[in-house]
């Protein structure tokens, strides 16, 4: 056999043999994931019944680290046109599920408690300092951007040297419509 006889062969089953590899195709790279939807981190709630009586009662919480957030809470209730009731709470709430702002949650607060009382000959004001803890329960509803949430509480109150708020304890009640952004 000659060299260009073996030349000829070995070119030959070098093309034999490479046209199976070149038949092969090689795969796309895999598409990039598509992002997770962003995690919702403020959530803004108000009471929605509290209008009907002169007042407000609201939210706003920031998420800190899962299942954790901090907020603040305001609430004014106008008795009537001379009997008032402010308060103001600085909250940290733990959220007992898997999800942030939804389930069962628990959260301290600590806060100022002001009432104005008119006793009619005179007006008194008093403002005293509150610590408490908050139980609530949250749906996320409307593809989870909206939540109901309903829950109950305690403060507890002192500190202040007049006798306008009279009493050391008050029980607290939660209703309210919010959003998650």
Request: aromatic share 10%; charged share 20%.
């Given at each position: 056999?000659?060299?260009?006889t073996?030349?000829?062969?070995?070119?030959?089953?070098?093309?034999?043999?490479?046209?199976?590899?070149?038949?092969?195709?090689?795969?796309?790279?895999?598409p990039?994931?598509?992002?997770?939807?962003?995690?919702?981190?403020v959530?803004?709630s108000?009471?929605?019944?509290?209008?009907?009586?002169?007042?407000?009662?609201?939210?706003?919480?920031?998420?800190?680290?899962?299942?954790?957030s901090?907020g603040?809470?305001?609430?004014?209730?106008?008795?009537?046109?001379?009997?008032?009731?402010?308060?103001?709470?600085a909250?940290?709430?733990?959220?007992?599920?898997d999800?942030?702002?939804?389930?069962?949650?628990?959260?301290?607060?600590?806060?100022?408690v002001?009432?104005?009382?008119?006793?009619?000959?005179?007006?008194?004001?008093?403002?005293r300092?509150?610590?408490?803890?908050?139980?609530d329960?949250?749906?996320?509803?409307?593809?989870?951007?909206?939540?109901?949430?309903?829950?109950?509480?305690a403060?507890?109150?002192f500190?202040?040297?007049?006798e306008?708020?009279?009493v050391?304890?008050?029980?607290?009640?939660?209703?309210?419509?919010g959003?998650?952004?």
């Open positions: 056999m000659t060299r260009s073996r030349m000829r062969r070995l070119g030959a089953l070098l093309l034999v043999a490479a046209a199976p590899l070149a038949a092969q195709t090689v795969p796309a790279p895999a990039a994931p598509a992002p997770a939807a962003a995690l919702p981190t959530h803004a108000v009471n929605p019944f509290a209008p009907l009586a002169l007042s407000f009662f609201g939210d706003v919480e920031v998420r800190t680290v899962p299942l954790q901090a603040i809470g305001i609430g004014y209730l106008n008795a009537d046109d001379r009997n008032a009731f402010f308060s103001i709470d909250k940290y709430r733990f959220w007992l599920g999800r942030d702002f939804e389930g069962w949650a628990i959260a301290p607060t600590v806060g100022i002001r009432v104005t009382d008119d006793l009619g000959d005179r007006i008194e004001r008093g403002t300092g509150s610590f408490g803890l908050q139980f329960y949250t749906w996320r509803v409307a593809r989870g951007r909206m939540t109901v949430t309903s829950g109950a509480g403060k507890r109150l500190g202040g040297s007049n306008t708020i009279d050391n304890f008050l029980p607290t009640f939660r209703l309210s419509i959003a998650l952004f």
